[in-house]
């Protein structure tokens, strides 16, 4: 009894230190403690905490601390707080000791601004609990600092233990990165990030206004549909940092809600249609600018549905989606580039910059990468560096197409030059073939018919010109008269075919014994023929008219239509000397007396004017 008292009572001491030491810290089976050091104003949690997913989303605060008590919570894998999109809650906890009496009061910042609900509980070493609520289910100015990240007070006593339990529901990515700060650090770290984020929207509105002038002037596609996705993008980030539901609409939960999956339907719209512009694609890739327009309508289906749709569902959809344009863009960028684009290096070295970003930013969200720095603001970077190079890549586009507007149009006006010259020669050509058949019809409209002979209205004309001239340069003219003997018993005999045959034959007949003389022969009707002779006095005159017979009866005149005929001409000669004729129908009738005293002699014959007389 002696010994078993002692042993006794050293083991009810043992068993009322482990009940004391259980109800005095409760959380002791989770990590220990993390300090707050006086010269500390900013720590990073997550390498710190433990997790659980409760699939579910049906435990209570009380299942909580049971849980974490009988360690069903595990740090988090790698250091990592972005789980990607997951059903159910996520409870997070951290017990922390302040060891700075100077600053009681800690700023604890979800550095992640599209949580649902965040339930923030605090248990303080008295076992008193206090709990805060945030996220962008609860009106922007329920916050405890209006700031773009939730955020929560915390009232943390110096030296004593705190336990922060957090839970996490939200339809978008389940991202949990805590931050503790002082206010002082809180103020300075804000300060530096809404200064860069100024300095990203600066850029991009500089971008925005200076293309927003070319566009006015020069009415370029290109530029406007690069003015969307600029403008659809910055709002896609003005919603993913949380600046929308701060500075648009604070007090609209339902389009804080559906503002991120709209913005990203509007970027991605503007994305494509820019892409389709400036690289031409409707000219240079048929089938890639159909697959284009149906990614097109297929992202306006999407911002259809994000209005319809939880979030839950269609933002996982729509990032998936981005992905997938992302490749889509770069596919049709290379071949555009592979057709001779030259616009095309520009727009893929632009475009492989806001890729890394993006593809970052959403590998993030899907939880496969860490979110850090570099991962968290990927998007801002590498957006604002392909804004830039899509601006000096359309200055290029503008540039190239000047270029080969400039070259089309010196080439039409090459071509154009040749083309006039072309058709001023066709035209000249077709003058002179015009002018040619005037002249052929002028020459026709003067010609006789039948033998191709000067008609008698020609050689009225032509008579009274050399009758001028004759009389004006004090020159003789002789006038000849030749008609075909016995012309109308050929033709009463033999008929009118074989009296034509010989009015041909004797006009060639004249024409050939006239071809040494500056003669003008001329059929003045039926079968009288007329020849004037300037410059020839009646003793040549006479001796031409012999020529003229004789050519006439050589031979007998051979007709296909008829037997051979025999012909002869009377020839009638008239001399007009200068200065004693001036109306040529007086010479005519002079003439024609001569032919009529040959035709009296017996024809086949010569007579003058003087002999008649």
């Known amino acids: 009894m002696i010994l078993a008292k002692p042993w006794t009572a050293w083991m009810l001491a043992v068993f009322a230190l482990a009940s004391a030491l259980s109800a005095a810290a409760p959380v002791r089976a989770a990590a220990g ?103 962008d289910t609860l009106p922007f100015g329920e916050r405890a600092i209006r700031y773009r990240h939730p955020n929560f007070m915390l009232d943390l006593p110096a030296g004593e233990p705190v336990d922060i339990l957090l839970r996490v529901q939200s339809q978008s990515s389940m991202q949990v990165p805590l931050v503790l700060y002082t206010p002082a650090a809180f103020t300075e770290v804000s300060r530096d990030a809404q200064l860069a984020i100024g300095l990203y ?149 632009s475009w492989a910059m806001f890729l890394g970003g993006t593809a970052v930013f959403t590998l993030v969200a899907f939880g496969v990468l860490p979110k850090t720095f570099l991962t968290e603001y990927g998007v801002q970077i590498g957006s604002a560096l392909e804004m830039l190079f899509l601006s000096i890549a359309l200055s290029y586009r503008y540039a190239s197409l000047r270029n080969d507007n400039e070259r089309i149009v010196s080439e039409a006006n090459v071509q154009l030059e040749r083309k006039v010259a072309q058709r001023t020669r066709a035209l000249r050509s077709a003058l002179d073939k015009l002018e040619e058949a005037h002249e052929r019809l002028h020459d026709s409209s003067r010609r006789d018919g039948l033998t191709g002979l000067y008609n008698r209205s020609h ?37 009118h075919l074989v009296g034509d045959e010989v009015l041909r034959t004797a006009a060639r007949r004249i024409g050939q014994a006239l071809r040494p003389h500056d003669a003008l022969l001329a059929r003045f009707g039926g079968e009288e023929f007329v020849i004037v002779l300037p410059g020839t006095d009646l003793h040549d005159a006479v001796a031409i008219a012999e020529e003229v017979r004789r050519a006439i009866s050589a031979e007998a005149c051979a007709s296909p239509q008829g037997p051979s005929v025999r012909i002869s001409g009377s020839v009638g000669v008239h001399t007009v000397v200068p200065g004693t004729v001036d109306d040529i129908d007086d010479a005519l009738q002079v003439a024609d007396q001569a032919l009529y005293a040959a035709k009296a002699h017996g024809r086949d014959c010569v007579r003058t004017s003087i002999s008649a007389a």
Not at 33 to 62: F, K, N
Not at 462 to 488: G, Q, T, W, Y
Request: proline share 4%; charged share 20%; net charge neutral.
């Open 33 to 135: 403690a993390i300090e707050l050091r006086a010269d500390a104003g900013e720590l990073q949690l997550s390498p710190h905490v433990s997790y659980r997913h409760d699939t579910a989303g049906t435990d209570s605060l009380e299942d909580a601390w049971r849980r974490l008590r009988t360690g069903a919570f595990a740090p988090l894998p790698d250091g990592n707080p972005a789980f990607g999109f997951q059903d159910g809650a996520f409870w997070v906890h951290a017990r922390v000791i302040n060891r700075d009496p100077a600053e009681q009061r800690w700023l604890l910042v979800q550095t992640y601004p599209l949580s649902d609900r965040l339930d923030l509980h605090l248990r303080y070493a008295d076992g008193r609990v206090v709990h805060q609520a945030g996220g």
């Open 201 to 349: 929207y600066g850029i991009l509105l500089a971008l925005f206004f200076y293309n927003l002038v070319l566009w006015l002037v020069l009415r370029d596609g290109s530029y406007f549909w690069y003015l969307f996705h600029i403008s659809a993008f910055g709002l896609v980030l003005f919603c993913l940092n949380g600046l929308g539901f701060e500075y648009l609409w604070p007090d609209n939960i339902w389009l804080a809600d559906k503002s991120v999956p709209l913005s990203i339907s509007l970027a991605l719209i503007g994305m494509h249609q820019f892409a389709r512009v400036f690289l031409g694609l409707g000219e240079r890739w048929p089938a890639g600018n159909r697959v284009s327009m149906l990614a097109i309508a297929a992202f306006a289906g999407f911002g259809v549905a994000a209005v319809l749709l939880p979030y839950r569902l269609i933002t996982p959809a729509v990032s998936l989606a981005v992905l997938a344009s992302i490749l889509w863009i770069t596919v049709v960028s290379v071949v555009a580039l592979r057709k001779g684009y030259a616009p095309a290096r520009l727009f893929l070295l």
């Open 459 to 495: 050689f009225h004309d032509a008579f009274e010109r050399m009758l001028i001239a004759c009389n004006r340069e004090r020159r003789p003219l002789s006038l000849l008269m030749v008609d075909l003997d016995h012309f109308k018993s050929i033709n009463d005999e033999h008929g």
